[in-house]
């Protein structure tokens, strides 16, 4: 069993910060890569930011040079995000490659996700 539990989510002004915390914890024997989505009300899931194992990170267009992912190492992911915009509302999900022990196999695994809203 592999569990992410999310944390950090609420409400704030735009032009504010939140910080949003992941933890992967049950039988894991490898993780490739975390990262995290988002889904606004009548939208499609959209990757905002992805972090490798070796430290490469991607971000989606409309996020670079306002958020920063980053791990410590410990299968715990962060999405620091600042200059919060109204668009940026969405419900944002956990990700994380992972290899289960005693299989061969990653497969992707979510978390149930924190709502974040940003008032404008």
């Known amino acids: 069993q592999v569990q992410l539990v999310e944390s950090g989510g609420g409400l704030v002004q735009a032009g504010g910060s939140l910080r949003l915390s992941c933890a992967a914890s049950?039988?894991?024997?490898?993780?490739?890569?975390m990262g995290w989505f988002r889904q606004a009300p009548g939208k499609q899931r959209e990757l905002v930011a992805t972090i490798t194992s070796g430290g490469s990170t991607t971000y989606a267009d409309s996020v670079k040079g306002r958020f920063t992912v980053s791990d410590n190492a410990k299968n715990t992911v962060y999405l620091q995000m600042n200059s919060l915009k109204p668009e940026d509302t969405a419900v944002y999900y956990c990700n994380a490659a992972i290899r289960r022990t005693m299989t061969a196999v990653f497969r992707d695994y979510w978390g149930q996700g924190t709502q974040v809203t940003v008032s404008s």
């Open positions: 049950g039988s894991i024997a490898s993780i490739n890569a």
